[in-house]
């Protein structure tokens, strides 16, 4: 337990401080200066203007706690710059006031920010890993597109009205394996969504099957209760043909291995070890290792994995609160990483967002990877 002086006041001290720089700040914007001989208004503006601000944040996982966040962050930088520049004077301060208008650029760069993450979280990308092993594939060969963190809600950048065109890129990949790296739902999914990507999961050509992994939000209630049960998702995916993985590795027919874990968040920790999962080690089957979160990398290899793949971070999502959040926690935010000479890690942007169309890093994406069996060369 941290001292009450850094758990209560500190934080309370630093929240007036910015309101005083805010203000200060406000005091200065063009458009007060035209009331400046009314002192009533002049002084009071600034305050009907912060508390404004104050309004549209007050929702922590509302999209205006962002755009809040952005304008703080610009108003802090930019004083700073102009305190340093004041001490040096000459041409760099007379540019410094031509680009800060007064004040105003924060405003502008806040809103081009806004505009600039919205159109980021709102483009579907298809992105490709082409891989190799050693290890025999049905006809040499493996394609597996990943989804995950769907995050479905009409706010964010994922919702059923979108299924044509998730539809339409998943179809190009033409999987053999459909893999769902969890938080395919989370506990603000309307049933009309939850019922709707369930019906298009079913719908995937994926000849060699359709696994899932749960997520730290698919049925853990971190904010409200879901419209939907875990009886409600079992029933759903199992008319899907999507089949349920929780600390269970299989073997398909053509030889792949699919293992998929139990989340790390969801269960408090208390899951299988990955050696527990693969007990007998590293085999010649090719091993495709689900974790919903980018975590224990060395185990999962060092038990057999050949490729893991994760998502949960959403790579960050937004910049630099993800990075810097997820970075803590997980071993990798967002692509690939090699974590022995046989194995890789890929770790998902996210098919969707979470809580808002709103994206600044990483990537909105499914994930298609081409797996080729390597021949060996005699020497």
């Given amino acids: 337990m941290y001292h009450p002086f850094f758990q209560f006041v500190l934080p309370r001290l630093g929240q007036a401080a910015l309101d005083i720089l805010l203000y200060l700040n406000f005091l200065q914007l063009p458009p007060l200066q035209l009331v400046a001989q009314w002192p009533v208004l002049y002084y009071g503006l600034p305050l009907v203007l912060m508390a404004l601000l104050a309004y549209i944040s007050r929702d922590p996982l509302g999209l205006g706690i962002v755009f809040v966040g952005h304008l703080v962050t610009f108003y802090c930088i930019g004083t700073g710059i102009g305190l340093v520049l004041r001490r040096v004077g000459g041409a760099s301060l007379t540019v410094w006031h031509i680009f800060w208008l007064g004040g105003i650029a924060p405003w502008l760069l806040t809103g081009f920010i806004m ?171 090719y091993t495709v290792w689900l974790d919903h979160e980018p975590r224990d990398f060395k185990n999962a290899a060092a038990a057999g994995a050949d490729l893991i793949l994760s998502g949960h971070t959403h790579g960050g999502q937004v910049w630099p609160a993800g990075a810097v959040g997820m970075a803590a926690k997980n071993e990798r935010n967002y692509g690939r990483k090699h974590i ?31 797996i080729t069996t390597e021949k060996e060369t005699s020497q």
């Fill in 340 to 370: 022995t000479d046989r194995c890789d890690a890929i770790v998902s942007g996210g098919t969707g967002t979470w809580g808002y169309k709103f994206r600044t890093q990483g990537r909105t994406e499914i994930v298609c990877i081409t």
């Fill in 115 to 285: 505009w600039w993450g919205r159109r980021r979280a709102l483009r579907l990308c298809t992105t490709k890993y082409n891989l190799t092993t050693q290890k025999a594939l049905p006809n040499g060969q493996l394609r597996i597109v990943q989804i995950s963190d769907v995050h479905p809600r009409a706010c964010a950048a994922m919702d059923r009205t979108r299924i044509p065109e998730l539809r339409e890129k998943v179809a190009a990949c033409q999987p053999d394996l459909l893999v769902l790296t969890g938080d395919i739902f989370d506990e603000y999914t309307e049933k009309e969504d939850f019922d709707a990507f369930c019906q298009f999961f079913g719908e995937i050509d994926a000849p060699l099957g359709k696994y899932y992994v749960l997520g730290n939000h698919d049925l853990f209630h971190h904010w409200r209760e879901p419209s939907f049960g875990r009886a409600d998702l079992e029933c759903a995916f199992a008319a899907a043909g999507v089949r349920i993985l929780e600390d269970t590795a299989i073997t398909l027919s053509c030889g792949v291995r699919i293992v998929g874990r139990k989340d790390y968040l969801y269960t408090n920790g208390s899951r299988f070890t990955a050696a527990q999962l693969m007990p007998t080690g590293p085999d010649d089957r």
